[in-house]
């Protein structure tokens, strides 16, 4: 196809619902696979960190050739393919041995790797198409679709939760296998509906140099990281947004939930911090694109979770009484889960309006995703190093301590590197290299 016709066919679309249709495949595969994991009972303690180790250890190496398997494949294809691995992570529940279960968990590391890349690529490439024949920037589009996807994505962990709890609940003599069974055909269906997800073509397709702007290297990929301010500046608040999911979903619902409310409060507080994180990211995927901007919404997000690590800190449970015991940590629950909204949506939709070129925006996401995953292990080997009692206040220490850091270097990009809010001309700029625009 010629790159005139290319672009005709792009710029008369509007690829609003093929994010949609993206962010429902998404919901499909990750409701299947989170609800899943927990249920995943026969797994023993020891293989479960096992499973963990391996997924995000590959996570993060494979993250480096994700750009180079996006870009041969193109982003649709990519997914479909990647996505498998997650449909194989489940139907392996079947079989909870560890010479099945590790492998099958370090092959859905490498999934993980070209899946999430190719959903920013994607996502990215539609962001910016629609930018061109509307009256807001690319910036603010890709903000708005990022807010979207991670609203829809972030549901997928209350309704995964609830489910199992409501399963567990009236069903306690159900069969994991017969669950396990329905969750596949689930994962499987959702797969299937990724073949009928349109391609979207790089902006560089109007280009006769096409090839030569998309081909993305390994080196590239690692040495964006070196040479690009913008990133280098972005990568503490990445590290702490991987970390402080991890210590979210984990040592929150486990050290504060379980252990001073009971069992039942575990799966109640999981659902209410997906639930409003991802009300919480529509909400702010709609507002960075309006008055408050992106600017406002790290503020906002740098407070609240400032606010919330601090009550970990100091606040006494079992000392006053137990109702405010129970406002206190659902106070907490949501103010994490506003911040994160925000650290989970923001940061791809900025580093994405950063680069002009989508081989820079394709190593820039694998970037994003690599030290995301890398801050997981963090958390993970900061969990079992920590012996002490109340080892959770020393977590939330070490992590508001990132969380400033990060807030910090993100001011310091704002103010003296690269302005993160950018109205429609100044996200012009960053194309004008390419293609010449209206």
Known sequence: MEPTTKMNNEVGKNHFKDVLMMSFCFFGI???????????????????????????????????????????????????????????????????????????????????????????????????????????SFAETTSEYNGLFFSIFQFTGCLGTLVCGLIRLFFPSASNNVLFAILSAVALIAVIMLIFLPNVHSYESQSKNNDELSIVSLCETFSLLLRSRELLLMLPLILFNGMSLAFIVGDVTRDISKAYFGDAWVLIITSVFYGSNALFSYVFGKLSGKGLGRRGCCAVAFVTQMIAFLLIIFYP??????????????????????????????????????????????AAIANLKMWQSIGNVIQFVIGITLKMEKKIVYKSTILLSMLTIGYVCLVYLDCKVHKIDMKKGESSLLLSAIITEE
Not at 110 to 129: D, E, F, H, I, N
Request: hydrophobic content about 50%; some cysteine.
């Open 30 to 136: 990750f409701f299947a696979f989170n609800t899943s994991q927990s249920l995943q009972t026969s797994v023993s303690g020891a293989l479960g960190y096992l499973n963990l180790i391996f997924l995000y250890t590959m996570f993060s190496i494979l993250s480096l050739f994700g750009p180079r398997i996006v870009a041969a494949l193109n982003p649709k294809y990519s997914m479909l393919i990647a996505s498998t691995a997650y449909f194989l992570v489940i139907v392996v529940n079947f079989f909870p041995y560890w010479y099945i279960q590790v492998p099958a968990n370090a092959l859905n590391g490498v999934g993980a790797a070209v899946l999430w890349t190719a959903q920013g690529v994607y996502l990215s490439r539609c962001a910016l198409w629609d930018s061109r024949t509307s009256s807001k």
């Open 317 to 362: 449970y079992h000392v006053y009484s137990k109702k405010w015991d129970y406002v206190v940590v659902l106070t907490t629950i949501l103010l994490l889960a506003c911040g994160d909204a925000v650290w989970e949506s923001q940061p791809p939709a900025i580093l994405q309006s950063f680069y002009g070129l989508d081989r820079e925006r394709n």
